[in-house]
């Protein structure tokens, strides 16, 4: 039964919602604002917020000094392309956890879980040396493989639970039908579960896109994501802060633009399953 | 064997001809280097080598100084080959050079002129009399001061001054009032960061990190002497927060005007210089790092250095390369195109004598001094059993000079006492000697 919700509790929610949304902006907007400024402003204190003089040198001597687009490709290669195998390989995965679990599903789960809990470093040498072993060092399937490997534990719970909300009759009538494992995967089971997956792919595209360990420590030249090239930016030398917010602005635009326009899936697949 | 398969092998036999070819034509070699101004000069300049050297093509990899150095040692210890050009420091030459992952530089070409390099800094680059790494740009620390200010407070700054003449001036010219402090010093933790400043102090204060047999020294008078000093200049002359402070901080602060002197790498003499940038461009005066009259001053000895990696498949492009970007002539190229004032200092003698250098680079005569002062191969009072100014020469140094400097950095921040901060720096040295077998 839903509760009344009086006018006064809705105000406050909603300022108490704006304050911690400005709250959590705020920093990413400062960025935005400082790469307009100049060297000197951007360290000036007090600091002005929105009256100095807006510049665009910042952006010209970044795109100058690096190519952005090809940092930016590579960007959207890795971490579309490392969805993507993710989700062909979680999604049967996914669908034997939901439909037919076994005595240790549970714990097959969770112990999945757990390889999120080593710390990334740990495996560092072992890769390196696969890698140099296998000669795909800098590579776009060494760093595809990689970034599945991350995210796939993610990437099979978000799909367990949006599977375990679809009722197993359907399937077991697609069954009766005469539909295959691999019909009832195809047919069936995606296509109600496609709200479910789409919010999945784009929350991990954005884990792939910011993961800043793996894709800095096995990329050189060919495979640099744009991670690489903010830390191309940062100085510990020398104050380069605006050039630094300039790069960090590029390389933020493309995936906060794609965060606004899927914001409804996106929330949606944060809350799905999480109200019974 | 179908026709599909004669086809594909077809198309890999051409494809694997083509590899060769490209490979015959163009040797190209891959520079690892850090975000700092004169590194990107360089890379500015990458045209000019190659119309010297049309065969040889160059990538760049630039990277935050932290990320570079874990990226390169994890590609050096494994022989991964990713680079065939490492800029890296005077830390790392030591180590690596005498596990054999660096190529040696005998070889150089003769107008390359390793005699005419400044001997404290090829002193930090050689190994058992084997030169690994070429340096590109050196720098120590001195003391920059506000003219200004020293003036109003009636003093006069000694070329050489002593501890307690810096703590003396630092409060004469403290007004909190007006949000200027006496001193800005670095309190950030890390080995590269408070400790590379609080090593190099405690060297003038006659202490060391350990004796000769490598037992850590964190419990002697000359440590407490160092730290206690340090602590008291900072929490009544300092500014608030410094326990967060490191060089861009400090460089953002004396440039607003709000630190009377500095003491920090030479390479800041340029920044705080530059009118574009620094509010207080003309009234900065320079002097050599503070001593306490023990025949040490507490001034560094750093070199950003190119090294070409023992796993390198292009020995002779990347060797070429290097003596072309730490040769005479590239300081000259430099000078041609972005003026003298911004040629990369600190690494030959031909510099400092040049008038033309010696004019535009007003700094010029402190940096060289402060980088003659320092010698890595015997930094401090007592006799110590490694090199380094403000480090230590041992691949544990990174995880230990880190750790103790947390503790000296909650010192400042208030948050523990010298004497806990001295305890727990020993009782960590301690136990990081003895597990990696040095006791």
């Given at each position: 039964m839903a509760r009344a919700v009086t006018t006064r509790r809705k105000t406050i929610t909603t300022i108490v919602a704006w304050a911690i949304g400005i709250l959590i902006f705020f920093p990413i907007l400062w960025t935005i604002l400082t790469s307009f400024k100049t060297e000197a402003e951007a360290i000036a204190d007090p600091p002005s917020f929105l009256f100095f003089n807006w510049t665009l040198e910042n952006y010209t001597l970044v795109q100058e000094r690096s190519n952005y687009f090809r940092f930016l490709m590579n960007s959207v290669i890795l971490s579309v392309g490392s969805t993507l195998l993710g989700i062909i390989i979680a999604v049967p995965a996914a669908w034997a956890m939901a439909f037919v679990p076994g005595r240790r599903t549970k714990d097959v789960l969770l112990w999945m879980l757990s390889t999120?809990?080593?710390?990334?470093?740990?495996?560092l040498f072992p890769i390196v040396l696969i890698a140099r072993t296998l000669n795909i060092y800098d590579s776009y399937i060494l760093l595809i493989m990689v970034l599945m490997l991350i995210n796939l534990p993610i990437i099979v719970w978000m799909l367990y639970t949006y599977f375990r909300e679809i009722p197993g009759e359907i399937l077991e009538a697609a069954r009766m039908d005469g539909a295959g494992m691999r019909e009832e995967i195809l047919h069936v089971l995606t296509p109600m579960a496609l709200p479910g997956i789409a919010s999945t792919v784009l929350l991990n595209i954005i884990l792939a896109w910011n993961e800043a360990f793996w894709t800095l420590n096995l990329t050189t030249v060919k495979a640099a994501p744009l991670t690489a090239f903010i830390a191309s930016y940062s100085s510990p030398e020398g104050l380069f802060y605006a050039k630094l917010s300039a790069a960090s602005t590029m390389a933020i635009a493309p995936i906060l633009i794609l965060g606004w326009f899927s914001q409804k899936q996106l929330v949606r697949g944060l809350t799905f399953g999480a109200v019974k | 064997m179908t026709a599909e398969t004669r086809a594909l092998m077809g198309a890999c036999a051409v494809a694997a001809f083509a590899a060769t070819g490209a490979l015959a034509q163009d040797t190209t070699i891959t520079i690892a280097t850090v975000n700092n101004g004169d590194m990107i000069r360089m890379q500015g300049l990458t045209d000019e080598f190659t119309a010297e050297h049309p065969d040889i093509a160059v990538e760049w990899v630039t990277l935050e100084e932290n990320v570079l150095r874990q990226r390169v040692t994890t590609d050096i210890s494994t022989s991964g080959g990713q680079f065939d050009v490492m800029t890296i420091g005077t830390y790392e030459v030591p180590i690596w050079g005498a596990q054999g992952w660096l190529q040696p530089?005998?070889?150089?070409?003769?107008?390359?002129?390793?005699?005419?390099?400044l001997p404290a800094i090829r002193g930090g680059l050689t190994v058992d009399g084997t030169l690994y790494a070429a340096p590109f740009y050196g720098e120590s620390s001195m003391v920059m001061y506000r003219t200004d200010l020293m003036e109003a407070a009636g003093l006069e700054m000694p070329d050489a001054p002593t501890w307690d003449f810096i703590k003396e001036a630092a409060a004469a010219m403290t007004d909190t009032d007006n949000e200027v402090y006496g001193i800005c010093l670095r309190g950030k933790a890390g080995w590269g960061e408070n400790m590379a400043f609080l090593t190099a102090m405690s060297n003038s204060f006659g202490a060391r990190w350990f004796d000769e047999d490598w037992a850590?020294?964190?419990?002697t008078e000359a440590w407490a002497n160092t730290v206690n000093f340090y602590l008291d200049l900072m929490n009544n002359y300092g500014p608030p927060g410094a326990a967060n402070n490191g060089f861009n901080e400090n460089l953002a602060l004396f440039q607003q005007g709000k630190c009377g002197m500095w003491i920090d790498a030479t390479v800041a003499a340029s920044f705080v210089t530059n009118p574009a940038d620094s509010t207080v461009a003309d009234s900065v005066g320079f002097a050599l790092a503070p001593d306490n009259g023990l025949g040490k001053r507490g001034n560094w000895l750093w070199a950003w250095s190119l090294a070409v990696p023992a796993g390198t498949d292009a020995e002779e492009a990347a060797k070429t390369f290097v003596a072309w970007a730490t040769s005479k002539g590239y300081t000259e190229l430099v000078a041609e195109t972005e003026g003298w004032a911004n040629v990369p200092p600190g690494t030959r003698q031909s510099l400092y004598d040049n008038p033309a250098y010696q004019e535009a680079a007003p700094f010029a005569a402190m940096t060289l001094e402060s980088i003659n002062a320092a010698?890595?191969?015997?930094?401090?009072?007592d006799p110590v059993p490694y090199t380094g100014v403000?480090?230590?020469?041992?691949?544990e140094f990174q995880g230990l000079g880190t750790q103790v400097g947390q503790e000296f950095s909650a010192a400042l921040a208030g948050q523990q006492s010298a004497e806990e901060a001295l305890e727990s720096a020993q009782a960590l040295a301690e136990e990081e000697m003895e597990a990696a077998g040095y006791r």
């Amino acid at each position: 039964m839903a509760r009344a919700v009086t006018t006064r509790r809705k105000t406050i929610t909603t300022i108490v919602a704006w304050a911690i949304g400005i709250l959590i902006f705020f920093p990413i907007l400062w960025t935005i604002l400082t790469s307009f400024k100049t060297e000197a402003e951007a360290i000036a204190d007090p600091p002005s917020f929105l009256f100095f003089n807006w510049t665009l040198e910042n952006y010209t001597l970044v795109q100058e000094r690096s190519n952005y687009f090809r940092f930016l490709m590579n960007s959207v290669i890795l971490s579309v392309g490392s969805t993507l195998l993710g989700i062909i390989i979680a999604v049967p995965a996914a669908w034997a956890m939901a439909f037919v679990p076994g005595r240790r599903t549970k714990d097959v789960l969770l112990w999945m879980l757990s390889t999120k809990m080593l710390p990334a470093v740990g495996v560092l040498f072992p890769i390196v040396l696969i890698a140099r072993t296998l000669n795909i060092y800098d590579s776009y399937i060494l760093l595809i493989m990689v970034l599945m490997l991350i995210n796939l534990p993610i990437i099979v719970w978000m799909l367990y639970t949006y599977f375990r909300e679809i009722p197993g009759e359907i399937l077991e009538a697609a069954r009766m039908d005469g539909a295959g494992m691999r019909e009832e995967i195809l047919h069936v089971l995606t296509p109600m579960a496609l709200p479910g997956i789409a919010s999945t792919v784009l929350l991990n595209i954005i884990l792939a896109w910011n993961e800043a360990f793996w894709t800095l420590n096995l990329t050189t030249v060919k495979a640099a994501p744009l991670t690489a090239f903010i830390a191309s930016y940062s100085s510990p030398e020398g104050l380069f802060y605006a050039k630094l917010s300039a790069a960090s602005t590029m390389a933020i635009a493309p995936i906060l633009i794609l965060g606004w326009f899927s914001q409804k899936q996106l929330v949606r697949g944060l809350t799905f399953g999480a109200v019974k | 064997m179908t026709a599909e398969t004669r086809a594909l092998m077809g198309a890999c036999a051409v494809a694997a001809f083509a590899a060769t070819g490209a490979l015959a034509q163009d040797t190209t070699i891959t520079i690892a280097t850090v975000n700092n101004g004169d590194m990107i000069r360089m890379q500015g300049l990458t045209d000019e080598f190659t119309a010297e050297h049309p065969d040889i093509a160059v990538e760049w990899v630039t990277l935050e100084e932290n990320v570079l150095r874990q990226r390169v040692t994890t590609d050096i210890s494994t022989s991964g080959g990713q680079f065939d050009v490492m800029t890296i420091g005077t830390y790392e030459v030591p180590i690596w050079g005498a596990q054999g992952w660096l190529q040696p530089l005998d070889d150089m070409p003769d107008d390359w002129d390793a005699d005419d390099l400044l001997p404290a800094i090829r002193g930090g680059l050689t190994v058992d009399g084997t030169l690994y790494a070429a340096p590109f740009y050196g720098e120590s620390s001195m003391v920059m001061y506000r003219t200004d200010l020293m003036e109003a407070a009636g003093l006069e700054m000694p070329d050489a001054p002593t501890w307690d003449f810096i703590k003396e001036a630092a409060a004469a010219m403290t007004d909190t009032d007006n949000e200027v402090y006496g001193i800005c010093l670095r309190g950030k933790a890390g080995w590269g960061e408070n400790m590379a400043f609080l090593t190099a102090m405690s060297n003038s204060f006659g202490a060391r990190w350990f004796d000769e047999d490598w037992a850590p020294q964190f419990d002697t008078e000359a440590w407490a002497n160092t730290v206690n000093f340090y602590l008291d200049l900072m929490n009544n002359y300092g500014p608030p927060g410094a326990a967060n402070n490191g060089f861009n901080e400090n460089l953002a602060l004396f440039q607003q005007g709000k630190c009377g002197m500095w003491i920090d790498a030479t390479v800041a003499a340029s920044f705080v210089t530059n009118p574009a940038d620094s509010t207080v461009a003309d009234s900065v005066g320079f002097a050599l790092a503070p001593d306490n009259g023990l025949g040490k001053r507490g001034n560094w000895l750093w070199a950003w250095s190119l090294a070409v990696p023992a796993g390198t498949d292009a020995e002779e492009a990347a060797k070429t390369f290097v003596a072309w970007a730490t040769s005479k002539g590239y300081t000259e190229l430099v000078a041609e195109t972005e003026g003298w004032a911004n040629v990369p200092p600190g690494t030959r003698q031909s510099l400092y004598d040049n008038p033309a250098y010696q004019e535009a680079a007003p700094f010029a005569a402190m940096t060289l001094e402060s980088i003659n002062a320092a010698d890595p191969t015997n930094p401090t009072v007592d006799p110590v059993p490694y090199t380094g100014v403000q480090f230590v020469a041992i691949p544990e140094f990174q995880g230990l000079g880190t750790q103790v400097g947390q503790e000296f950095s909650a010192a400042l921040a208030g948050q523990q006492s010298a004497e806990e901060a001295l305890e727990s720096a020993q009782a960590l040295a301690e136990e990081e000697m003895e597990a990696a077998g040095y006791r």
